[in-house]
């Protein structure tokens, strides 16, 4: 697996990484119709990322940290470290779990925001 964000390589330290893709419907029934109508809206992407936070490299925290409240900024995921998908995403969530006598962990959320640039309206690219 290989996953990245703004130009960070997190691989090392991720345990567990999830893109979701989702449409919304959006209801288009007519009064007169005997079953509801749905029509498919403007698809959306989220990545999730959890991990293992590593304050000596600093690499994933202090970018990920830097990045809340920014413009996207470029991601890839790569489940079998060639082929995945990647464009630009904003910080959605972003928190530390410290346990006592266990790991400090981390919770990443991204949502897509542009394909070959930030806000340019285009999907993912696949490949």
Known sequence: MDVAFDSVQLEDEAHSVTISFAVPEAEITAFADAWQNFLA?????????????????????????????????????????????????????????ATVNGPVTYELALRHNGGSAAADGAAPTRA
């Open 41 to 97: 809206g403007k698809p959306t992407a989220t990545l999730e990322l959890s991990g293992y936070w590593d304050g000596a490299s600093g690499a994933g925290d202090i970018t990920i940290f830097n990045e809340l409240g920014l413009e996207a900024e470029e991601y890839d995921f790569e489940p079998d470290g060639a082929t995945g998908y990647d464009g630009f995403a904003i910080v959605t969530s972003y928190s530390v779990t």
